[in-house]
């Protein structure tokens, strides 16, 4: 942390752990993992550098996955109180998403519904963009279009990799005729339906507020209804 402030950087923590995170496909969260997650809230709240807490990230990233969404708000009402019976500076806790077209709204409306003691503080959408130039800039100031690397900073990079350009590059050429391609299969491809049902996840803490999900089977998470 002492690199962040001398840098004049913040941290934006993911709390969750490649072991003990939400499950989208089978969504748990237990005593174990709110334990480690207390730890780890308590251990960084004294930084003054720390900006925000991440309660989850992607979690919910498509439309089959949405009963998850209830587990993390259940993380971030706990991690709210823990940090508000604890005292010191008030630390925003908050949830990334990705932008999946068909989910990202109603992501975005069901993490800011209902009881304020389960809402994200804010919420953040993580977006990749491919970029065909390759460059090394690493940190940079961008003002007006000009794009000047920062120098003095550079051993930081590593440190903020994932917000750069997608590293994959289209192999596709866009100026090759339909025509020139030789089919190499007539079967017609079709998507699997989407499940008639889903299940219902646990409330994070009823009742809170109605929220649509999608429309072959209507989740009210908050209610714990469906229609």
Do not use: H
Request: proline content about 10%; some cysteine.
């Amino acid at each position: 942390m002492i690199v962040f402030a001398d840098n004049g950087l913040y941290l934006l923590l993911d709390v969750p752990t490649p072991n003990k995170s939400i499950n989208r496909k089978s969504p748990l969260y237990d005593v174990e993992m709110y334990n480690s997650y207390k730890a780890t809230v308590a251990a960084f709240a004294k930084y003054p550098r720390l900006l925000a807490f991440v309660a989850g990230n992607e979690v919910t990233n498509d439309k089959t996955a949405t009963p998850a969404s209830p587990f993390v708000r259940s993380i971030i009402r706990d991690m709210k109180t823990f940090l508000a019976k604890n005292g010191g500076r008030a630390i925003p806790v908050v949830y990334a998403s990705n932008d999946d077209q068909f989910i990202r709204d109603d992501i975005k409306d069901y993490f800011v519904c209902g009881d304020e003691d389960s809402q994200a503080d804010f919420f953040g959408v993580n977006l990749y963009e491919w970029s065909k130039e390759n460059n090394e800039y690493g940190l940079v100031m961008i003002c007006n279009a000009v794009t000047k690397p920062i120098a003095s900073k550079n051993t930081l990079a590593p440190l903020v990799k994932r917000l750069g350009m997608r590293d994959s590059v289209p192999t596709r050429n866009p100026l090759v005729a339909l025509s020139s391609r030789e089919p190499t299969s007539t079967r017609s491809l079709k998507l699997p339906p989407p499940p008639s049902t889903l299940p219902l996840p646990p409330l994070p803490r009823p009742p809170a507020c109605g929220q649509k999900w999608w429309s072959r089977q209507v989740c009210d998470p908050c209610r714990g209804q469906a229609s």
